[in-house]
T-cell receptor, first 115, second 110 residues
Framework: NAGVTQTPKFQVLKTGQSMTLQCAQD?????MSWYRQDPGMGLRLIHY???????DQGEVPNGYNVSRSTTEDFPLRLLSAAPSQTSVYFC??????????????FGPGTRLTVT | TQLLEQSPQFLSIQEGENLTVYCNSS?????LQWYRQEPGEGPVLLVT?????EVKKLKRLTFQFGDARKDSSLHITAAQTGDTGLYLC??????????FGKGTKLSVKP
C-alpha cells in the first residue's frame, strides 16, 4: 500500500494564480481531511470529508475548495492564491471517526510559497 | 472551544536523559492521540489512549491518559537522537472533530 500520497511536493505560485493540490489514499478510508501547518500555529483543519460526495468546512476554509467524487481522491483547490496561503499542506485519512478509527494517516505534505 | 495546550514548547536534552511532555485541557476528550513529526514529513501516529487512567507503552515511550480524560503525558526513557522531532497530541472533541495541540519540539543531542 502506498498509503496517502500528495502531489506536488513543492510549489511556487504568484498572487492571483489558482492551482489544485492532489491527495489520494489506497486504504479505503472514509474520512479525509486537509490541514495547513504554520510555525507557531500547529495543524489547522481546512476542509474534511466523511465519505464520497460529502464535504464540510473546517477551521480555516476561506480561499479553498474541495470535492470528493471518489473514496480515494480528495483534491484541494486554491481559487486565487494569496501570500497568506504560504504554508505546508497535509492531507490525512482515517478509517472513520471515533476512538481508534479516527487515527490519522498523513501524506508527506506540499510546501507552497505564494509570492 | 476545546483547546489542547502542550508543554514545554521546546525541549533540548542530551542523549540518555529522561523527559516528559504534557498535553492539557480544561475540557474532556473521549480519546487522545499522540503523533511524532520529523522535519519535512507528515505526522506519524504513535498511540491512541481511550480510557481514563490508561497507560500504554511503546518501547521507551510511556503514554498516560488522565483519570478525568482532560490531559495526557508522554514520558521518554533514555532518549536517543532518533527521538528528535515534533510531538503532537490530538483529541477527539465533543462534536466529533479532531483537535490538535501546537506541539513540543524535542531535540536530542549526542
Amino acid at each position: 500500500n502506498a498509503g496517502v500520497t500528495q502531489t506536488p511536493k513543492f510549489q511556487v505560485l504568484k498572487t492571483g494564480q489558482s492551482m489544485t493540490l492532489q491527495c489520494a489514499q489506497d486504504m479505503n478510508h472514509e474520512y479525509m481531511s486537509w490541514y495547513r501547518q504554520d510555525p507557531g500555529m500547529g495543524l489547522r483543519l481546512i476542509h474534511y470529508s466523511v465519505g464520497a460526495g460529502i464535504t464540510d468546512q473546517g477551521e480555516v476554509p476561506n480561499g479553498y475548495n474541495v470535492s470528493r467524487s471518489t473514496t480515494e481522491d480528495f483534491p484541494l483547490r486554491l481559487l486565487s492564491a494569496a501570500p497568506s496561503q504560504t504554508s505546508v499542506y497535509f492531507c490525512a485519512s482515517s478509517y472513520s471517526t471515533g476512538g481508534t478509527s479516527y487515527e490519522q494517516y498523513f501524506g508527506p505534505g506540499t510546501r507552497l510559497t505564494v509570492t | 472551544t476545546q483547546l489542547l495546550e502542550q508543554s514545554p514548547q521546546f525541549l533540548s536534552i542530551q542523549e540518555g536523559e529522561n523527559l516528559t511532555v504534557y498535553c492539557n485541557s480544561s475540557s474532556v476528550f473521549s480519546s487522545l492521540q499522540w503523533y511524532r513529526q520529523e522535519p519535512g514529513e507528515g505526522p506519524v501516529l504513535l498511540v491512541t489512549v481511550v480510557t481514563g487512567g490508561e497507560v500504554k507503552k511503546l518501547k521507551r515511550l510511556t503514554f498516560q491518559f488522565g483519570d478525568a480524560r482532560k490531559d495526557s503525558s508522554l514520558h521518554i526513557t533514555a532518549a536517543q537522537t532518533g527521538d528528535t522531532g515534533l510531538y503532537l497530541c490530538a483529541g477527539e472533541g465533543s462534536q466529533g472533530n479532531l483537535i490538535f495541540g501546537k506541539g513540543t519540539k524535542l531535540s536530542v543531542k549526542p
